[in-house]
Structures are given as structure tokens and as C-alpha cells.
Antibody, heavy 120, light 107 residues
Framework: QVQLVQSGAVVKKPGASMKVSCKAS????????MHWLRQAPGQSPEWMGW????????KYSKKFQGRITMTRDTSATTAYMELSSLRSDDTAVYFC?????????????WGQGTQVAVSS | DIVLTQSPVTLSLSPGERASLSCRAS??????LAWYQQKPGQAPRLLIY???TRATDIPARFSGSGSGTDFTLTISRLEPEDFAVYYC?????????FGGGTRVEIK
């Protein structure tokens, strides 16, 4: 069965960077895209970008361009999302979610979420 | 960005009742509209995609309809496990967006 397992909760100070991992199993990792989304408390999910796990190509939301980097390790079937210059409004639960070639911006399986708190 | 407006914000119903949730888009999204269910402390779960196609293992009591700018998610008979928040999401352009959500609560 498809599983996406994310790294644990983190607390960061404003201005710092954070990196979240997403370990995939149960499917052919390089045949899919991995999206990253976040959900602030009481808010709807917000799409941040995707990485093609096969080619490594990325596409980022304009909102995060310049301070987001997505990478992947195909041997470890793991995707990573790094966000820099953290602010208090980056406090949220961050999710990875799988996308397909046929329906690129549709999220059929999700990780369990990683709580990120940004506080001085 | 395409704005999705969901109504009502909260729906108070009893188990066994029918639920109808609405999602309206600021411009046409064709049929590229999905619905997700989210329970507290969990990730969203895909229920419906392309307006009306149920995702894998989703019960038949969930159905979706609509095209263009107006969409509906219907739960024919609410089960106790259906009380949750529901989001619509469009994939019409390269910047996917979600609606504000509808909370279905026990009356």
C-alpha cells in the first residue's frame, strides 16, 4: 500500500531554515510527482510546489519562490522540502502529497504531516 | 488565482440525514474539481476527483456533481465517521487552490 511517512515536529527561530523529509513506499517513486502543501491553524491547505521524483524538475508557487527548495533522493525514495528565512506566519503543518502524471495537481495520497512552529 | 467559495461554513445534521455541500469557483474550472475530507489531527483524504469520480475505496454514499463554476458534494446518509471538514480543490491551472471548507457537525 502507498505510504508517505514524514519527519517529526520541529521548532525554529525566525530567520532560520527548516527541512522536512517524506519517505515514500508502496509504489514506483520515480514515476510520480511529490507535492508539498501546508496548513496553518484553522486554515485550508495551501499548495507550495512539486518535484518530479524522476527528473528532479521542480515548480514552486510564486509565494515561496526564492526561499523554497525541493529535492529528492531516488535511492532512498525520499523527498525533501527546505524553507528558509522562516517567519512566525510559517507556523503550520506541512504535508507531502503524491500527484500523478494524468492529474498533476490532484493529491491522492498524503503524508501524516509535520508540525513546524516558528517562535523566538 | 482561482477562488473557491464553500457554503455553508457549518452544516449541523444528524446521522442518517443527507448532506449537500456547495463549492463555487470564481471562474470556470471545467470539471477539474476534487473534494477532500479532513478529520482533526489527520491529513486530508481524497474523496472525489474530476467533479464526480469517487477515489479508491470511497463509499458509494459520497457523490459529486457539477461543472464550470458550481459543484456539489452529496453524502446520501451520514454515518458517524462522516462528521468532519470537507474541502473542495481545483486543478484547472498550475496554481491549485482550496476552498475555505465546510464543517459537518453532529446536530
Amino acid at each position: 500500500q502507498v505510504q508517505l511517512v514524514q519527519s517529526g515536529a520541529v521548532v525554529k527561530k525566525p530567520g532560520a531554515s527548516m527541512k522536512v523529509s517524506c519517505k515514500a513506499s508502496g509504489y514506483t517513486f520515480v514515476s510520480y510527482v511529490m507535492h508539498w502543501l501546508r496548513q496553518a491553524p484553522g486554515q485550508s491547505p495551501e499548495w507550495m510546489g512539486w518535484i518530479n521524483a524522476g527528473s528532479g524538475n521542480t515548480k514552486y508557487s510564486k509565494k515561496f519562490q526564492g526561499r523554497i527548495t525541493m529535492t529528492r533522493d531516488t535511492s532512498a525514495t525520499t523527498a525533501y522540502m527546505e524553507l528558509s528565512s522562516l517567519r512566525s506566519d510559517d507556523t503550520a503543518v506541512y504535508f507531502c502529497a503524491r500527484g500523478t502524471a494524468a492529474r498533476l495537481y490532484q493529491f491522492d495520497y498524503w503524508g501524516q504531516g509535520t508540525q513546524v512552529a516558528v517562535s523566538s | 488565482d482561482i477562488v473557491l467559495t464553500q457554503s455553508p461554513v457549518t452544516l449541523s445534521l444528524s446521522p442518517g440525514e443527507r448532506a449537500s455541500l456547495s463549492c463555487r469557483a470564481s471562474q470556470s474550472v471545467n470539471n477539474y474539481l476534487a473534494w477532500y475530507q479532513q478529520k482533526p489531527g489527520q491529513a486530508p483524504r481524497l474523496l472525489i476527483y474530476d467533479s464526480s469520480t469517487r477515489a479508491t475505496d470511497i463509499p458509494a454514499r459520497f457523490s459529486g456533481s457539477g461543472s464550470g463554476t458550481d459543484f456539489t458534494l452529496t453524502i446520501s446518509r451520514l454515518e458517524p465517521e462522516d462528521f468532519a471538514v470537507y474541502y473542495c480543490q481545483q486543478r484547472s491551472d498550475w496554481s491549485p487552490t482550496f476552498g475555505g471548507g465546510t464543517r459537518v457537525e453532529i446536530k
